[in-house]
Nanobody, 129 residues
Framework: QVQLVESGGGSVQAGGSLTLSCVAS???????????IAWFRQAPGKEREGVAT????????YYAASVKGRFTISQDTGKGTVYLQMNSLKAEDTAMYYC???????????????????WGQGTQVTVSS
C-alpha cells in the first residue's frame, strides 16, 4: 500500500495560480514501479473526477479536457513527489483535490477512480470570482 500526503491547497482569486504536492511513501521498493499517480477532485454535490495523471518515472501524462492547457502535472522521482501546477484558475475549479496511486489498464482508464487503489486525504482548493 502506498501512502500519499497532499499539500498546497488554499484560497485564490480567479485567474490566479496554485501548486499542489503529493508525497508518496511506503509500500514500494522504488518510486518508479508504482505505476501512475493521479490527481482527482470532488466539488460539493458532484462526483469525483480525474484531473491529470502521470506515469511514475516516465513522461507519460494524461489530462482532463477541462484543465488541459491550464494545469500541468509533473514529478520529482528523487523526492517521490508529484506536483499539480494550476494556472488561470476558475471558480469551477473549487474542490477537494486528492492524489491517488494505481495501475490503470489502457488510455480509457487513466482518469477513472476505479483504476486507483491508494488515496490521500485531500487538500482544499477554493477559487473566488
Amino acid at each position: 500500500q502506498v501512502q500519499l500526503v497532499e499539500s498546497g491547497g488554499g484560497s485564490v482569486q480567479a485567474g490566479g495560480s496554485l501548486t499542489l504536492s503529493c508525497v508518496a511513501s511506503g509500500g514500494f521498493y522504488t518510486y518508479n514501479v508504482i505505476g501512475y499517480i493521479a490527481w482527482f477532485r470532488q466539488a460539493p454535490g458532484k462526483e469525483r473526477e480525474g484531473v491529470a495523471t502521470i506515469r511514475t518515472g516516465d513522461v507519460t501524462t494524461y489530462y482532463a479536457a477541462s484543465v488541459k492547457g491550464r494545469f500541468t502535472i509533473s514529478q520529482d522521482t528523487g523526492k517521490g513527489t508529484v506536483y499539480l501546477q494550476m494556472n488561470s484558475l476558475k471558480a469551477e475549479d473549487t474542490a477537494m483535490y486528492y492524489c491517488a496511486a494505481g495501475r490503470p489498464l489502457g488510455a480509457s482508464q487513466m482518469l477513472r477512480q476505479e483504476s486507483y487503489n491508494d488515496w490521500g486525504q485531500g487538500t482544499q482548493v477554493t477559487v473566488s470570482s
